[in-house]
């Protein structure tokens, strides 16, 4: 799988590393649950999704990706 860098062009995944800022609910106050669900309950939205990802082996900056995940 490749990605695209706007600093850098096109390059293999394993040059970067995916970043996300978890969101969890309202309504979850314990601070186990909490811990829980920001590390294991990911969002798997269908469609279109934003993902921030972070270029380790090329210009280390972070950038915006929009990705399709219906194919």
């Given at each position: 799988?490749?990605l695209?860098?706007?600093n850098?062009g096109?390059?293999?995944?394993?040059?970067?590393?995916?970043?996300?800022?978890?969101?969890?609910?309202?309504?979850?106050t314990?601070?186990?649950?909490?811990?829980?669900?920001?590390?294991f309950?990911?969002?798997?939205?269908?469609?279109?999704t934003?993902?921030?990802?972070?270029?380790?082996f090329?210009?280390?900056?972070?950038?915006?990706?929009?990705?399709?995940?219906?194919?």
């Amino acid at each position: 799988m490749k990605l695209t860098c706007p600093n850098c062009g096109t390059r293999s995944v394993e040059e970067f590393r995916y970043g996300e800022i978890p969101r969890v609910p309202d309504h979850i106050t314990d601070p186990d649950a909490r811990d829980l669900d920001r590390v294991f309950m990911k969002a798997n939205a269908h469609g279109t999704t934003v993902e921030a990802w972070f270029h380790d082996f090329g210009c280390r900056r972070w950038f915006r990706l929009e990705r399709d995940t219906r194919g």
